[in-house]
């Protein structure tokens, strides 16, 4: 341990800009059932016309509009019922001027038809005479061919996340195999004399694995597959193989050292003899977060967080997380998306400039309005963690923000 | 299929009443690390004080402050190194006043310190000589025993959803298994003459299974397990056989029947004469999604959904995800929660008196102001899912609402 220790920080601006010069995972193709949340890694255009037959989108009568022109309630149009379409059946009958044909919503419009009569503007007399009471215009309830995908036509782009309705465009296009972006493999270390596992009963001085647990849930809802490869005493060939173990295995590497000074030094030390390893970061200007290592070997990053639970979360939302989509193939202009609410400050927060500033809230529903509510206390307390709902950033030019200030939260 | 048809449609409210009538899953203990996005199904008190022991948030000297008290850059007070604190170690050394330990981040304060002074405001002169610059007032960068969380503190309250920060909360207590609700499980069924399944190539007149793959998503991200059991064809006793067997696998069924009238009331017939049937719902005040069916056989829920795809998808989001969210444990005041996002509208839009609309928008960034820009065309079209973000809302009371109002998007 130093007693002072000067490094150059990073921008947050400058790191972000840094995450897209790492490669992106290979592909896979999935059944299309196991690819809700995935990535697309390859554009998906239709091979079909969609529908490829005139369908009706309302329960009535296929006829030709101009049998119904100039009807009305008192002046009904008098039609002939020629038959009826089955459900999934090409229609055996067509449809002349003055006929009609029954047909319910999805039916496959007859020959003829250019036109579909809702049940409620429509009477059967009997079993063939209808009475229309309402003029039709053409292509009135129906669906073209073509109208919801052209063959040919760019659907889906690649980088783009598949969410339930992408699945049901999928379906519907018949791909029931789909390319998508392998989840890339997150490798957890955590490093420390005092971590013990979660196991086992701590001693005096020692701490359960917090951070391994924290960080297995984030790299999942970030879209990776974490990989827990244990603790890591603080000596200096131990945690090098196990590095190295790790980039050999992951696409990418978390190091969650201890908090302090010394352990930091140590972290840089192993990582700066991994296989081609380069140092990108060292330090970054925001808080919590700033003692964050960003280093690459073989091409893989390798993250080295600060050990206090609430920073290592802040600094995986808005660093490791846009890194872990970028290389899971998601399209730069959706990177690191956040949900947000907005809400109204509840007190003043001082602020320190040159640095972004990320204060942990809670959101609290006041008459007509949503506070945006500090949660201060001890740094290195975790249970500030599960009383906050989001996240507001303080500007590094700001001296702070006043009570009543409108803010965005990012929520968590 | 009939020429009109009359029911007695159930509002929204009514109907987001009538789904807490039904009862949730029983539960399961899970690792740890497997509880992600899972439901607590039990309050969670800790059976420790969280630290054990008393922490240093800095790394620096562990002293008695009154050590300090008047010291100055000018007048920097004079203390001896008695020792340093291992990380993970019982300290050997106590502190006396006018003396100092060397301890890092997260180290245990060592017996008669109580106070921490950062490496920033002292200068070791030699090995046994310390510097200190700066007055430091008792329990100054210390976490005292307890501070985190007290034993028999409830920490965690049954019923709410684990997100990573619970994960690392309950590594701190050594909660290395976890009671969880059990995913439920979800039978969807899709019924119509007209449907294939996906890997096949329609004829004229059929379609893809789409609603089955939108539901799969649908059901995962809501936090329950699909059970696709397949396509069937309208034939009462194929449809009634599928259903019953549905009931006995799965906690809660969806039939997405085809979108006519005559299918509707086929899915009626069929629903009636389950075990213990009972109608509580057919029809709802909302639209799209008017045509909804919801009924309950052996205590669990039976949904008739609207066969156009968006519809369903709407009625999902509104209606099936909250009750599937309840049975899944989820506290009352979570169920449907959605994310929202502020925007304007960008044009006039009608809607009819007496019924909740729900209409597709897509969101669209102009200069200062977030857009809610509605996805106009033929019902029934499916592209119309994918270029939405999200949803808004037009009052049951609303005639409709104008150009420029400002509304809440309901992502999706």
Redesign the interface.
């Known amino acids: 341990?130093t007693?002072?220790e000067f490094f150059k920080v990073t921008s947050l601006g400058t790191l972000l800009e840094l995450i897209r010069t790492f490669p992106c995972v290979n592909d896979e193709v999935l059944p299309?059932?196991q690819c809700?949340?995935r990535i697309l890694s390859r554009d998906i255009a239709s091979r079909i016309d969609?529908?490829?037959?005139k369908?009706a989108?309302m329960?009535g009568y296929a006829v030709q509009a101009r049998s119904t022109f100039g009807a009305s309630e008192s002046m009904p149009a008098l039609l002939t019922i020629v038959g009826a379409v089955?459900?999934?059946?090409?229609?055996m009958v067509s449809v002349k001027t003055g006929e009609a044909v029954?047909i319910?919503?999805?039916?496959?419009l007859p020959d003829g038809a250019d036109s579909v009569v809702m049940?409620?503007h429509?009477?059967?007399l009997d079993e063939h005479t209808l009475e229309i009471f309402k003029s039709a215009a053409p292509l009135q309830h129906v669906?073209e061919i073509g109208?919801?995908?052209r063959r040919g036509e760019q659907?889906?782009l690649k980088g783009s996340r598949?969410?339930?309705?992408?699945?049901?465009?999928?379906?519907?296009l018949?791909?029931?195999h789909v390319p998508v972006y392998r989840q890339p493999v997150v490798a957890i270390i955590s490093s420390?004399?005092?971590?013990v596992p979660?196991?086992q009963?701590?001693?005096?001085?020692?701490?359960?694995?917090?951070?391994?647990?924290?960080?297995?849930?984030?790299i999942?809802?970030s879209g990776g597959v974490?990989l827990?490869l244990g603790i890591v005493r603080?000596n200096i060939d131990d945690l090098h193989s196990l590095c190295k173990n790790a980039v050999a295995q992951a696409d990418m590497v978390l190091i969650s050292g201890?908090?302090?000074?010394?352990?930091r030094d140590f972290t840089m030390d192993v990582i700066k003899v991994l296989p081609d390893a380069e140092i990108l970061v060292h330090g970054v200007s925001i808080s919590p977060g700033k003692p964050t290592i960003l280093a690459r070997s073989k091409q893989k990053g390798i993250w080295g967080l600060p050990?206090?639970?609430a920073s290592a979360?802040v600094v995986f939302q808005v660093m490791v997380r846009p890194m872990l989509e970028a290389i899971g193939g998601l399209s730069e202009d959706h990177l690191g998306a956040a949900?947000?609410?907005?809400a109204v400050l509840s007190r003043n927060l001082a602020s320190v400039q040159g640095r972004e500033d990320y204060v942990r809230v809670k959101l609290v529903h006041r008459a007509n309005q949503v506070c945006a509510e500090p949660i201060l206390g001890?740094?290195?307390?975790?249970?500030t963690?599960?009383k906050?709902d989001g996240l507001i950033r303080i500007d590094m030019n700001s001296e702070g923000l006043d009570k009543g200030t409108p803010v965005r939260v990012i929520?968590?």
């Open positions: 341990m007693d002072k299309l059932d809700a949340g969609l529908p490829e037959f369908r989108t329960d089955e459900m999934g059946e090409v229609p029954r319910a919503t999805g039916g496959m049940v409620e429509a009477q059967a669906i109208d919801d995908f659907i889906l598949i969410r339930p309705q992408e699945m049901g465009v999928l379906a519907a018949g791909e029931t420390g004399d005092e971590i979660i196991e009963t701590p001693g005096l001085s020692q701490l359960r694995d917090v951070n391994a647990h924290t960080l297995t849930g984030l999942g809802l974490p827990y603080d201890g908090s302090s000074v010394g352990s050990g206090q639970v979360m949900h947000e609410v907005s001890k740094s290195g307390l975790i249970h963690m599960v906050a929520l968590f």
